[in-house]
């Protein structure tokens, strides 16, 4: 991972889970990274954390369902770094979970909104700042769920899969301009997410036992290798790191 050094990185949903850890991770590395997510207190907390491991890291409030937000946050990386190399659309939800005839279309709508919409909002801000410097990568958070469908998470799907295309789309359009796009599908992992899905009770998932999951510093692990050389040949597609031959590229147990 030693190309990551010098490199500046914007992580979004850093406050927790996966992206906290692929904060973490990515200063390991020796890469600048700004925190984004709406709880400030938290991020601020992680990126304390990283500043005092020696690392470089800023927080900013930003809700990605937002586009002037989003906008700001890649300024705002500019400003503080003169760079960005990396995004990692990772800020997502999977709240309320309901079949759909008894889900909320207020609700249904705020899914679509942050993790959907949210991922198109950041590569809409990002790209532009790529092209000129010549060079950028993209990782967006994908899932299973992007191709396959469960109970209660129709919003989750959908958004999952639409999240896949834009992957595609935009590797598809840039990917010959230095660009590159990919998706991780990083099976599941110990989160804040897992725990509302088990308390929904609703699917084969949420019967899981907590103990297959992966931690959260596999999945950033994951997300570090995907912003490397190694991993070029899987722009424009979603890189999934359930299967044993995905762990073994990435360096981790099988
Ligand atoms: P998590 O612990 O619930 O963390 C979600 C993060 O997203 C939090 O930092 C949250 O911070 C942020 N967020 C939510 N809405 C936001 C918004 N509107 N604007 C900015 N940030 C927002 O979940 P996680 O498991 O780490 O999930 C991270 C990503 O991995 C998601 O895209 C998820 O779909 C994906 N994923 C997770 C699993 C799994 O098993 N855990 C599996 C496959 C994919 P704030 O609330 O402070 O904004």
Redesign the pocket.
């Known amino acids: 991972m030693q190309e990551l050094k010098g490199r500046a990185a914007i992580v ?9 850890a692929t904060a973490q991770e990515l200063a390991g590395h020796g890469v600048a990274v700004l925190l ?4 400030l207190g ?2 601020e907390a992680v990126a304390e954390t990283i500043r005092g491991a020696g690392g470089r890291a800023e927080a900013m409030a ?4 937002r586009y002037a ?1 989003v906008a700001a946050m890649v300024d705002r990386c500019r400003t503080a770094f003169g760079q960005l190399d990396i995004l990692i659309n ?5 709240d309320p979970i309901a079949r759909l005839a008894d889900s909320d279309p207020d609700h249904w709508d705020q899914v679509v ?3 959907l919409k ?1 991922v198109y909002h950041g590569l809409r801000a990002a790209i532009p700042v790529m092209l000129e410097q010549g060079s950028g990568t993209i990782v967006n ?5 992007a191709t396959s469908a469960l109970e209660g998470w129709s919003h ?1 799907c959908s958004t ?1 899969a639409a999240v896949l295309s834009l992957t595609r789309c935009a590797h598809k359009e840039y990917g010959d301009q230095g660009i590159r796009v990919v998706g991780l ?10 725990v ?2 088990k308390a929904s009770g609703i699917n084969p998932v949420s019967q899981l036992d907590p103990s297959v ?1 992966i931690p ?1 510093e596999w ?1 950033a692990r994951a997300v570090a290798w995907l912003c490397t050389e190694d991993a070029a040949e899987f722009a424009g597609t979603d890189f999934a790191l359930k299967s044993d031959e995905g762990r073994r590229r990435v360096g981790l147990p099988t």
């Open positions: 979004t949903g850093a406050s927790r889970g996966i992206g906290a984004a997510a709406r709880s938290e991020i930003c809700d990605v369902s937000d990772n800020a997502g939800v999977i909104d942050i993790n949210g958070i994908s899932s299973g769920a989750y999952k599908s990083p099976g599941t992992v110990a989160t804040h997410m897992q509302a899905i999951h959260p999945a």
